[in-house]
C-alpha cells in the first residue's frame, strides 16, 4: 500500500470533518487512516508514527472517536496494547437517528412558545426548524431503509 496516498487520504477526511464538523484535524485524520490501514486494526504506537503525530494526540482523536462510537478498541489475549478500528456497527447512528431531529423540532416549539406574540418575520426562523426537523424526523426511519437496500444490492459492485 502507498503511504502517500494514505497520508493524502487521511489529510483530505482531516480537511472535510475540520470544515464540514469543527473536528480538530488529527481526529479527522485518525478516521482517514483507519479507512484504508492494514491491517484495519492498529495500535495507538502504529496509528501514531504512521500519522507522524504524538500519541497524546491520538489519544484525544480516540476519545472523541468513542465518545461517537466511530471507532472502538480490542485488546487481544495475551497482550497489553489496545488496538484501533472503526466501528462496524449499525449505520443507523451516523445521520439516522430520528430522536436527533425530534429533539431539535421539541426545542424549536419551545422557542416558538416563547414568540407566541411575535411577528411572523421573527418566528420564521424557529417555524422553518421545526418544519424541517419534523419533515427528517419522520422521512429518515424510511431513508435507513431504502439506503440499507441500495447497499446490499450494489455492495462490492463499484470496484474499479
Known amino acids: 500500500m502507498n503511504q502517500d496516498k494514505v497520508l493524502i487520504f487521511a ?9 464540514r464538523y469543527g473536528f480538530a484535524p488529527v481526529t479527522g485524520r485518525l478516521i482517514g487512516y483507519l479507512a484504508v490501514c492494514e491491517p484495519m486494526e492498529q495500535s495507538i ?4 508514527a504512521a500519522l507522524l503525530t504524538s500519541r497524546s494526540a491520538i489519544n484525544g482523536a480516540i476519545k472523541t ?6 471507532i472502538q478498541r480490542t485488546r487481544p489475549a495475551g497482550t497489553r496494547a489496545d488496538l484501533v478500528s472503526l466501528n462496524p456497527r449499525d449505520w443507523r447512528d451516523t445521520g439516522f437517528q430520528s430522536s436527533e431531529y425530534e429533539q431539535m423540532a421539541a426545542l424549536a416549539r419551545e422557542g416558538l412558545a416563547i414568540l407566541d406574540d411575535a ?5 420564521q426562523p424557529l417555524e422553518m426548524m421545526e418544519s424541517m426537523n419534523d419533515f427528517l ?13 441500495y447497499h446490499h444490492k450494489n455492495k462490492g459492485t463499484k470496484k474499479k
Open 137 to 149: 424526523a419522520a422521512r429518515i426511519p424510511k431513508l435507513y431503509e431504502e439506503w440499507m437496500e
Open 119 to 123: 411577528s411572523p418575520e421573527r418566528r
Open 45 to 48: 504506537n502504529d496509528i501514531s
Open 11 to 19: 489529510d483530505h477526511l482531516a480537511r472535510f470533518y475540520a470544515e
Open 65 to 70: 472517536l468513542e465518545g461517537m462510537n466511530l
